[in-house]
C-alpha cells in the first residue's frame, strides 16, 4: 500500500507562518505591551548596557518588575522623553534606526541645554 507523502515546509513557508503567527498575537496585545516588546527585543539585544537612568528603567519594565501604568512621574517622563523615540526608531524607521539609535545614545544627546545658550534666546 502507497502512503501519501507529507510535504514538508519550506524555509519561507515556514517564515510566512510564523509571520501571520506573530501578527496575530501583536494584534491581540495592548498598545503598552506592543511598545514593551519592542522594549524586550532592544534589551535583549544589549542595547541598554550602560549606567544611565534610561538603561535602568528598560531592564526595569523588561524584567516586568514593573508596568507602564506603575511607573513614577519621573520614571513616565524618562520612558516617554528617550525610551519612545528610540523603540519609535525602531518601529517605524528601520532603515535610519541604527543610526538614530547610535544618535540618541551618545552622552550629550538628553543633556540638558546649557543656561547661556537659552539667555540668547
Do not use: C
Amino acid at each position: 500500500m502507497k502512503q501519501a507523502s507529507i510535504p514538508v515546509p519550506t524555509p519561507a513557508d515556514v517564515e510566512v507562518l510564523l509571520s501571520i503567527q506573530l501578527q496575530d498575537e501583536w494584534e491581540s496585545m495592548t498598545e503598552d505591551e506592543q511598545w514593551l516588546s519592542i522594549l524586550d527585543i532592544l534589551v535583549d539585544e544589549g542595547r541598554f548596557d550602560k549606567d544611565r537612568p534610561e538603561d535602568d528603567l528598560a531592564h526595569k519594565l523588561s524584567s516586568e518588575e514593573v508596568g507602564i501604568n506603575e511607573l513614577s512621574d519621573g520614571e513616565r517622563d524618562l520612558y516617554e522623553e528617550r525610551l519612545m523615540p528610540m523603540m519609535a526608531a525602531y518601529m517605524y524607521r528601520p532603515a535610519t534606526f541604527e543610526a538614530e539609535f547610535a544618535e540618541m545614545r551618545q552622552p550629550e544627546f538628553f543633556d540638558p541645554p546649557d543656561p547661556d545658550q537659552l539667555t540668547l534666546l
